[in-house]
């Protein structure tokens, strides 16, 4: 499996940097973000180092829709009823700001569209 020595959420995977997981199994973790911009955020991502949404494979869409599913997974258990946000932000212009794919959910809140 792909991993990166830098990379922040590899070591969130490997288990140097502590995180509050709310979501695993074979090739997903998820964990509540660290600076939450809703009542609910947490992030779910492959456990395989990917750095951005563009350097998906077809190799990576059983994974994928895991990921998919893990999130709304997680959005029920988390009692966000009203709804939720699932978003994944690619490069620069989106705001992406750790090079290791991951998808954002988000809730507990009313939330705006478009987003920002
Ligand atoms: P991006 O802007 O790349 O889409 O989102 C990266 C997210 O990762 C941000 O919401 C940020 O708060 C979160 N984050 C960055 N470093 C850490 C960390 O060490 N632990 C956790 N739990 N979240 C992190
Ligand atoms: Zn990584």
Redesign the pocket.
Known sequence: ME??KD????KI?AGDIPAEKVYEDEKVLGFKDLNPVAPFHALLIPKE?IATLRDLHPEHDGMMGGLMRAASEVAVKAGLDEGHRVVGNCLKAAGQEV??IHLHVIGGRQLKWPPG
């Open positions: 991993t990166d990379c922040i959420f590899c995977v180092h090079y290791h």
